[in-house]
């Protein structure tokens, strides 16, 4: 899957493009056309635009994508779910369904956290 058809899965109901860098306000399309000089650069920071969605539903909505089926996951990762902290891992084949196990101890410990108890 191509970096477009990977960020337009996020957003199926609107258009979609690809920019890279560190900052938007820096950032560039791949042939290098600046972000700030698309038709809609940075209207998201003053208003929502009717009809300008993700999910086609709702106007902040975003698309559900199942977590199998995330194509920003990468070997190492860890995901939180109904089964605790996971780390992802992938089959060598391209294309191939993320697997997930516990995360090894020592992470699942940096992020547990003792519960509160109060005393009058």
């Keep these: 899957q191509s970096k477009a058809e990977s ?3 996020f957003c199926p109901a609107s258009a979609t493009e690809v920019v ?9 399309t791949e042939d290098g056309k600046p972000y700030s000089e698309l038709p809609n650069a940075f209207r998201y920071r003053d208003e929502i635009v009717s009809g ?9 909505g975003l698309a559900a ?11 190492g990762d860890i995901v939180a779910g ?14 191939a369904s993320l697997n997930f196990t516990p995360a ?7 992020y547990e956290r003792a519960p509160v108890l109060a005393r009058e």
């Design 65 to 75: 994508v199942k977590i199998e089926d995330d194509p920003t996951l990468r070997k």
């Design 7 to 9: 960020c337009n899965s």
């Design 104 to 110: 090894p101890e020592r992470i699942r410990a940096k």
């Design 20 to 28: 890279y860098g560190g900052n938007i306000d820096n950032s560039a």
């Design 52 to 60: 300008c969605t993700c999910n086609g539903k709702d106007p902040v």
């Design 82 to 95: 109904k089964d605790g902290l996971m780390s992802v891992s992938r089959p060598d084949r391209r294309g």
